[in-house]
């Protein structure tokens, strides 16, 4: 039977070509419990792809049809037609392997398109890193799932317990093993998460498809909304950002893609950043943007392409309403407004940078408490409509892009997880770089750390490995300014 | 600047989509020299990376734009705007690993499209092999080479001489090294050949593209075509088969196909095939078209799949004129045209569908011996047509497919061939299965043996396996027929 599909996921499929994959990504890796090696942990994946569960999930395949009116539709397989062996692949890293090389694979991972006629994931099972750890590619398309469902999906198969055993793998059905917190909600002016900084949120890719919805919910409040629209258009025009800005200048991120992509990633220890925030004065995120506008700027001027007007960020923020900030998952409770950040690219010193990105994120929080929510959405809507629609319609960008980069924080782990005694040591996000859209940030907490990762087109974009650079040298001048 | 595409070729690009990628390709296993292993092999291959030359061909990109009104055109990137990194890629194999492991990457790694905004092709440096062994994976697209032209770049890449060193990789530029004998035309009624059983022939995948050049140049003869059609046709609805077959039944090969592939191939001595064709008074190419009948029949019949009119093959023959069988490759040389075989998978004896094959190919090269070329070319283009104009329209099959699968033969190397040493030992063709023809079969043979390379898609055709035991079966009982 064909289950109606939401029109704002089949979007991600009308809208995805070749040189615009539509699946967000995982790359996790794991530590394989004391005493045992990397071969362990892979014949653990090996003895659960002898099994014939497979969750209802990754069991979800996209169709349409004549009957469907050309409208996509979900159909759920049975069991034994998932190819399992088509969507959990082997992989291994060519020798001597450390991060490089495997980020080198997974950057080719996912430039490449999933199969449409099956359900719309694959797990790649990677092996040969040399220092004994193991990792695991996974791949979903964002029709099916979005960057945060997914983690959620992941989350639900781990558990907290370093010694539970005859865990299933994260495809087959699974009971919740163990009480993990959920992610909570609420943005850093809430205080409702552990990590105060962090604006939590479902994912950058999952913007598009709310955006349309976030539109027509506001419908009926479109009348309130206008005077609240034009207050922050006003400020975007005079350059300090807000929750709107149309004032972005034309960069090399700002360009029509290609197929392959590029991924890199950093991590950095999440007490580090946390005390750089509070002698600052300033939330995590903050401290976040300007690493990344710091990394923006040096990157661009190396290229001699540092344009003389500041770039603009689109951060996606959490809209949970206050009053659920109790770690309960209701449903829509998960909307995400944006706001637009000016990264303060034009001044040299960090500090000033600093200074930008805090008051202009605290504006434009203020500027988002003063609207309803229906208000905010319908807001955010018009500020990604221009990327939704030439994403959509694979148009060439416009001259003057909305914003020249998205940047978002995706709320992981907040304690460590274990998959059958092996430890989740990192999970590094990888998103969906569009038309006019060649750079995608995206970061993650865990326990202890946060990462940074950085998707970007493989032929616009060609090498991210200097901005890993940047951001470790940004993270030092924002210490030293602090005077740390 | 544009150099203009031959509009044959631009239809590759045209057709193509992700259910059809449109690459040929080619697997090839090293042996390392004597005291050598195959991490040497990989560092000869690392150090030719750091190299800046490029061939020309593998620096031509497919562009179209306004000023080209939309046609399709070729553009040849300077030396340095080559991304080698994205083209030539490391690869590694899950431990422990055979054959069978690097089918299960190949077959990925022939199902991915290629990136349309570089050079069309892809080299993949493969370790892990068990038996110390390298491989290579290349793919290349069909607007930019067919199999003949790709096999032709890799063997003027390599050297007769073991002991040559220095020898610069496949992607660099390179003078002929050594006097290499090209591939011989003839079909095997001309004896221009040393492996007089095959229909040498520049791959299968050349056959839409040519039969359409091919109508084009018959124009001018079309007046005197149509007897012999007639002719032909007649005798095809007389079920023996010919030149042009009317009478193909509907197989689980002839559906639309998605774009997951799935390849297998297999090897056997040549010399074993050629004393089995001397026993039966047959050539070599009709002893492989009766192990692929045999093998066909088990297939289906395991399923409870075949038919009960006998399959039909189209098997593709070279039509190169008599006169130029000295080697040369002169242009327009290589022209091709394709036989209808019956292969009577309904006879349960081997011993009668052999009889029924080689009646069948005598009959249709009787039949093309009597056109002239544009003639033959014609009515090839005549059997070809369906196919092509499904795969360029992307349409479902019709319910009655010209033929039931494309069987070609085409020449490898004749001598051993080395590259600095190490020891070209096998080369398994791969190529393109398309809609309504979800099975491939591709064969090539070298010094001194012969590889089934089967193409499939993955989902129509799931399990390909079966089939390399029924060859072998299958050679079996030709044999025991013929009293060896």
Same mark, same amino acid.
């Given at each position: 039977m064909l289950l109606p599909m939401a029109p704002t996921d089949s979007l991600f499929l009308l809208g995805e070509s070749r040189e615009h994959p539509m699946?967000?990504?995982g790359l996790a890796v794991f530590t394989p419990p004391e005493? %045992?090696?990397a071969a362990d942990v892979r014949a653990m994946f090996d003895a659960a792809l002898l099994g014939d569960q497979v969750a209802t999930p990754f069991r979800k395949r996209a169709r349409r049809s004549l009957t469907s009116l050309g409208q996509w539709g979900w159909d759920t397989l049975p069991h034994h037609e998932v190819d399992l062996e088509h969507h959990v692949r082997r992989d291994a890293l060519p020798q001597p392997a450390g991060m490089t090389e495997l980020m080198t694979l997974v950057s080719r991972l996912h430039g490449t398109l999933l199969d449409r006629s099956r359900p719309l994931w694959e797990m790649h099972l990677i092996e040969?890193? %040399?220092d004994g750890r193991y990792a695991i590619y996974t791949k979903i398309h964002h029709a099916l799932a979005d960057g945060a469902s997914s983690m959620r999906l992941l989350r639900e198969s781990m558990s907290e317990d370093p010694h539970?055993?005859?865990m299933p793998a994260p495809w087959q059905p699974h009971h919740r093993l163990t009480v993990v917190p959920a992610p909570t909600g609420g943005t850093d002016t809430q205080g409702g998460s552990t990590l105060p900084g962090l604006a939590t949120l479902p994912g950058l890719a999952t913007l598009p498809g709310l955006a349309w919805g976030a539109a027509r919910a506001a419908v009926g409040e479109v009348a309130g909304l206008v005077p609240a629209a034009v207050e922050t258009v006003d400020r975007a025009r005079r350059g300090t950002g807000g929750a709107l800005s149309l004032t972005a200048p034309h960069t090399l991120f700002n360009v029509p893609i290609s197929g392959a992509r590029h991924v890199a990633a950093r991590s950095f220890p999440l007490e580090r950043i946390r005390l750089l925030a509070k002698h600052a004065d300033a939330t995590i995120n903050d401290i976040v943007l300007t690493m990344c506008a710091g990394t923006l700027r040096a990157y661009l001027h190396t290229r001699d392409a540092l344009p003389d007007n500041p770039l603009i960020a689109m951060v996606p923020v959490s809209l949970r309403a206050p009053d659920t900030g109790t770690g309960d998952r209701t449903p829509g409770g998960n909307r995400v407004g944006v706001l637009m950040c000016n990264l303060a690219t034009h001044l040299p010193d960090p500090a000033h940078r600093l200074e930008t990105v805090r008051n202009c994120m605290n504006e434009g929080k203020a500027a988002l408490q003063a609207m309803s929510p229906a208000q905010v959405l319908a807001m955010s809507a018009l500020g990604a409509a221009p990327l939704g629609v030439e994403m959509f319609l694979g148009r060439r960008g416009p001259l003057r892009p909305p914003f020249n980069v998205v940047i978002s924080n995706v709320a992981g782990p907040r304690t460590?997880?274990?998959w059958n005694g092996?430890?989740?040591?990192?999970?590094?996000?990888l998103s969906i770089p569009t038309t006019g859209q060649a750079l995608n940030i995206t970061c993650t907490s865990s326990?202890?750390?946060i990462v940074f990762g950085?998707?970007?087109?493989r032929r616009t974009v060609p090498d991210l490995h200097p901005m890993l650079d940047h951001l470790d040298a940004e993270l030092d001048l924002l210490e030293t300014a602090v005077g740390l």
């Open positions: 699946h967000v990504g005493g %045992a090696s040969g890193l %040399a539970r055993q005859n460590p997880l274990y092996a430890r989740l040591d990192t999970l590094y996000p326990d202890d750390q950085l998707t970007g087109c």
